[in-house]
């Protein structure tokens, strides 16, 4: 992987940072995301990401976003772990470039492409939800 030390430093930090969560966060029950997220999380992706991560999550310059190296590094972790470490360091020159709905969107085709289930209820960015639970 390609990414500079501060990068690596600052990735590493945000995460950190996340050990308090909100008493309001989305439980890990039901369906993570809807389909609807999912679809619009896709497009963004390919738009915005897919030049690093490749089109099938598989990774270049970027990690993989899928499969059993993501989910070793990620299963632990929770959906806002991810959104606040996506939305700090992601797209890489243009950090925060992306609206709070554009990076739930797009962690919520993160957690489809990585087993989890759609359901009725919308992902938020708060989610508890693991992102090994869906595997």
Known sequence: MRYS???RLLAGAAVAGL???AAAQQPATGGSYTAAQAA???TTYEQRCGDCHLRDLSGS?????????FTSAWGRKTARELF???RVTMPQGAEGSLSDEEYTNLIAYLLQANGHAAGAQALRADSALAIGEGA
């Open 5 to 7: 030390r501060s990068y």
């Open 19 to 21: 050990g308090v969560v």
């Open 40 to 42: 619009a999380g896709k």
């Open 61 to 69: 310059i970027g990690p993989a976003l899928a499969g059993p190296n």
């Open 84 to 86: 606040e470490l996506t």
